[in-house]
C-alpha cells in the first residue's frame, strides 16, 4: 500500500472522533496531500459531513476521497484507498470490541481523541489495549480542552501516566468546529486558532507517520 493510513478511535461516545476525522483530513489535504476518509460508523456522521461539504461545493472535495465499510471489509476498502491517496483516515464506531481489531490492524498510527474528562480517560485504556495486542503505535490527542482549568489540567496529567504517547498539539472546545461541521466545513477554513491548533497536530501525526 502506498498511502498511510489512520485510524480515529475511542470507546466513549462524544470524544470528537467524527470532527477530528474530517480536520484531520482537511489539514493533510491543504498539505498537499490526497486525503480518503472511510466511514465505519453506522451512525454515518462522517458521511453526512462529505454529503454536505459536496452538495455546498462540489470542488472542495477535490483531493478527498470517501467510502463506507463494513469492519469484515476494512482491509480491502484501506487497500483500494491506500493505493489512490496519500493518507487514509478510518472513523470507528464508539466501542472498543473484536469489530474494532481489522481497523486498528491496518492503521500505521492509531489516533485516539480525549476530551477533557476523566470517563475518557477510562474509556481510552480499552482502544489502548486493542492497540497494543494489534502492535500498532497510538497517539493520545486531548480533544475539546479548556485552557486554564484544573479539570483540563488534571486529565492532561493522568493521559500522560496511561503509557502511550500524548501529542503536543492540544485540540480546545471551540463553537466553531461544530459550526463548521455542520455545513460540511473544517474550522481550519475558517479565520481563527483552529487554523493553528489543526496543522500543528497534522505536523505531529506526520511526523509519526514517516517515522513508522
Not at 67 to 86: F, Q, Y
Not at 121 to 142: C, F, K, Q
Request: with cysteine; aromatic share 4%; glycine share 10%.
Amino acid at each position: 500500500m502506498a498511502g498511510k493510513v489512520i485510524t480515529v478511535a475511542q470507546q466513549k461516545g462524544g470524544s470528537g472522533k467524527t470532527t477530528l476525522a474530517a480536520h484531520l483530513a482537511l489539514g493533510f489535504r491543504a498539505e498537499g496531500k490526497t486525503v480518503a476518509l472511510i466511514d465505519l460508523d453506522p451512525q454515518g456522521s462522517l458521511g453526512r459531513w462529505y454529503v454536505t461539504r459536496f452538495e455546498n461545493d462540489e470542488a472542495s472535495c477535490e483531493g478527498l476521497e470517501f467510502s463506507t465499510s463494513s469492519a469484515w471489509g476494512i482491509s480491502m476498502e484501506v487497500r483500494k484507498m491506500a493505493n489512490a491517496c496519500d493518507i487514509v483516515i478510518v472513523d470507528t464506531p464508539p466501542k472498543v470490541d473484536s469489530d474494532l481489531r481489522p481497523a486498528l490492524r491496518v492503521a500505521h498510527l492509531v489516533v485516539v481523541p480525549v476530551s477533557a474528562g476523566h470517563m475518557d480517560l477510562w474509556a481510552t485504556e480499552g482502544v489502548m489495549d486493542l492497540a497494543a495486542r494489534e502492535n500498532r503505535p497510538i497517539l493520545l490527542v486531548m480533544n475539546r480542552t479548556r485552557a486554564g482549568t484544573r479539570l483540563g489540567a488534571e486529565v492532561n496529567e493522568a493521559a500522560k501516566q496511561l503509557g502511550a504517547p500524548v501529542a503536543e498539539a492540544m485540540i480546545a472546545q471551540r463553537v466553531g468546529y461544530a459550526e463548521a461541521m455542520g455545513h460540511g466545513r473544517g474550522a481550519l477554513e475558517m479565520r481563527g486558532p483552529a487554523r493553528e491548533e489543526i496543522a500543528a497536530l497534522v505536523a505531529e501525526v506526520a511526523e509519526r507517520l514517516n517515522a513508522g
